[in-house]
């Protein structure tokens, strides 16, 4: 079965430290590979999806195809980057996204 | 704020009382979710549809029952076979375009047993 996995419940950075938010994916396929996150008191959002190859708020994240990993990454964290983070996986266009437990991310001062 | 209404914020619910959460959006995508969203837990996936008149059971459907009569409306009852109902319900829709897809979230709804 299809299962995304988020090993750490809550990851404390320094403020300016380099964030990585770690994802790893089961699934013989081709998947498709999102980050959501959900800032205090906002809805959960799209930050990136790795087709697009994009970099939002700083953040970028490489599917790696060998290691099933879909890590999240920032060269510098800034204190606004807190939040819960979650990593999800599609099969295809019409199929239900599956979303890892997520991992809160607490940018300390 | 992506067009997506869910309500009401907060629901109380009885023991043995079945409760329907309201999810509607305006944004004329076909596809629609409802998570449940716990500490720890992550998002778990209850129903979603992907067209009207159509919808499948995710991974934790028993004790829920769901609707889809209209493009824009996708209700969730909570019925009194699920057993511990507490938590913050969470709808979404999808929206694809050029081989990619987003899914949008509504505001939640926290509910709870009194």
């Known amino acids: 079965a299809q299962r995304v996995t988020q090993p750490e419940k809550l990851l404390s950075v320094f403020k300016g430290a380099p964030v990585e938010l770690k994802c790893n994916y089961s699934y013989s396929g081709s998947p498709e590979l999102f980050w959501y996150v959900q800032y205090s008191r906002q809805r959960l959002q799209l930050l990136l999806r790795h087709i697009s190859r994009e970099s939002i708020k700083g953040f970028t994240a490489d599917l790696n195809k060998g290691e099933t990993s879909f890590h999240l990454k920032k060269p510098f964290a800034q204190e606004e980057d807190s939040a819960m983070y979650y990593c999800a996986l599609s099969r295809n266009r019409d199929d239900k996204i599956i979303f890892g437990k997520g991992t809160r991310l607490h940018i300390l001062p | 704020d992506g067009g997506i209404t869910q309500s009401p914020k907060y629901l109380f619910r009885k023991e043995g009382q079945n409760v329907t959460l309201s999810c509607e959006q305006n944004?004329?995508?076909?596809?629609m979710y409802w998570y449940r969203q716990d500490p720890g837990q992550g998002l778990r996936l209850i129903y979603y549809?992907?067209?009207?008149?159509?919808?499948q059971k995710g991974d934790i459907a028993e004790g829920y029952s769901v609707s889809r009569e209209k493009k824009e409306s996708f209700p969730l009852t909570v019925t009194s076979a699920q057993k511990n109902p507490t938590a913050f319900y969470l709808c979404?829709?999808?929206?694809?375009?050029?081989?990619?897809?987003?899914?949008?979230f509504g505001p939640g709804t926290r509910l709870l047993v009194l």
């Open positions: 979404a829709s999808t929206h694809r375009r050029g081989g990619e897809e987003t899914q949008y």
């Open positions: 944004l004329n995508h076909d596809a």
């Open positions: 549809s992907q067209i009207v008149n159509d919808f």
